[in-house]
């Protein structure tokens, strides 16, 4: 493939080496090539098919919900936990999600009537579902994502302790020296613009607290500004214009309401 079509990502890549492997054997158990926990003791499935339960029960025992598996393996875990949930008054539909043909035929053995799909978009809508997944999106192909000139962060060798991850990701020293170059320009033209007018007698200033208020209240002005944060980003190398500037960009990750920085930092 790679001869004929060029060179393909570590994402293409596992996927066909995955598809291939599973597509041609049963890995699993004491013959195959690894174990997995349900395959050990009934005991992790009946567990599974506990919680299920509850969460079925707790939520009115819907008549419809459907039991949904991604990457069933042999079907063990499945055949342990309807076990529970059969016991429980659970009797809606059986879904595999599940690539490997030699996978379907044994799964197909403890569960006749289960119905199999090819990816997780096919499942039935609008129904409730039991969706269990165990060792399954550690067999997904990986995406990796290489840090560009474009990109604000950089992996770095972080090796002091050996047991940790072997890479930290910092904000790039060089994007930040930047920044604090463009910041103290953007500092230095405030001050000179103040000075300007002060010395032309358009400002009129009765102390030193009263500037810093000003300069203070025009710096912070020109920073929310879609013009003050488009310059930061060319400071940085992005081109993006004023108009395209998000004020406020949703900060999914951080916990809460960002803080404002002054109050952090005073
Ligand atoms: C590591 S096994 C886990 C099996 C089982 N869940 C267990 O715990 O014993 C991964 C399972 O995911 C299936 N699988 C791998 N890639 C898949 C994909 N892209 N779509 C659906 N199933 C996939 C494999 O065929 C296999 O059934």
Known sequence: MIRERGLISVEQYMGLCNALYYATRDPLGAPGDFTTAPEI????????????ADCWLRAGAPADAAYVELGPGRGTLAADALKVLRQAGFAGEVHFVETSPVLRDVQRQLHPDAEWHEALIAIPEGKPLLLVANEFFDALPVRQLVATEQTPVKKESGAKDPGATPFKVVVDPEMRLKLRAALIELIDYHDEALAEHFAEGKLALESYKEYIELFARSLKETMES???????????????????????????????APGAFGKTLL
């Open 41 to 52: 003791s009934q005991m992790f499935g009946e567990i599974v098919g506990a919680a299920l």
């Open 226 to 256: 879609r013009e003050g944060v488009a310059y930061l980003l060319r400071a940085a190398g992005f081109e993006i214009p004023p108009e395209q500037i998000n004020l406020q960009p949703e900060l999914r990750w951080k916990r809460g």
